[in-house]
Each structure stands twice: as C-alpha cells, then as structure tokens.
C-alpha cells in the first residue's frame, strides 16, 4: 500500500467533513504533484467510494494535464457504484458516488 492509499483510508474513515484539512491537503497534494495512480482495491470495500468521490473531485482542479486526469480518472471508474436512484441532494456527486459527504459550497 502507498503513502497515498494510507492517506486515503485514514481520511475515509474519519470522514471528508471530520478529516483534518493537513490530511486533505495532503492527499491533493499527491495527486496533483506525483506520478502516482491510486489503486482503490487496496481499500476496503466500504471506504472505496468515499475515496473514490474525493479523487474525482480533486481531479477536477485545474492542475493536471490530460492526460494525467485521464488515467487516474481511468483508475478509479472501476469502483464507482451502480447509479443511484433519484435523490435531492444538493451534490449530484455525491450521489453518484453513493456517499452522504459531500465538499459542495
């Protein structure tokens, strides 16, 4: 397991809105910055949307070159649960992802 993963089951398990900012940054901060491609199977089963949903969102700030976002896009989509059914959640992401957290203003 990577740096990277450890960090990942650390925050999932406390929770995105309970998870120390450091944490956060420094998940971001991997996945901005380093080569590294995160395996979400190396998570429990039920951490890996959580997971899942926050590597999606970050990928979403514009400081990855395509092709970057493309694969690590590639390496979570596999863990994506089934889509939901409707919901009136404020975070359409969330959703989909199949999580209560969300990082919506």
Same mark, same amino acid.
């Given at each position: #397991?990577?740096?990277?993963?450890?960090?990942?089951?650390?925050?999932?398990?406390?929770?995105?809105?309970?998870?120390?900012?450091?944490?956060?940054?420094?998940?971001?901060?991997?996945?901005? @910055?380093?080569?590294?491609?995160? /395996?979400?199977?190396?998570?429990?089963?039920?951490?890996?949307?959580?997971?899942?949903?926050?590597?999606?969102?970050?990928?979403?700030?514009?400081?990855? @070159?395509?092709?970057?976002?493309?694969?690590? #896009?590639?390496?979570?989509?596999?863990?994506?649960?089934?889509?939901?059914?409707?919901?009136?959640?404020? /975070?359409?992401?969330?959703?989909?992802?199949?999580?209560? /957290?969300?990082?919506?203003?």
């Amino acid at each position: #397991m990577s740096d990277l993963e450890a960090l990942l089951r650390e925050i999932t398990q406390q929770g995105l809105l309970h998870a120390p900012h450091a944490l956060l940054r420094m998940v971001a901060e991997r996945i901005w @910055d380093h080569t590294v491609i995160t /395996d979400l199977s190396l998570l429990e089963p039920e951490l890996r949307p959580v997971a899942g949903y926050l590597i999606f969102r970050l990928l979403w700030v514009n400081t990855l @070159d395509k092709e970057r976002k493309m694969r690590l #896009m590639a390496a979570i989509e596999p863990f994506r649960p089934e889509p939901p059914l409707a919901s009136r959640s404020r /975070d359409p992401l969330a959703v989909s992802w199949r999580i209560t /957290d969300n990082f919506s203003p």
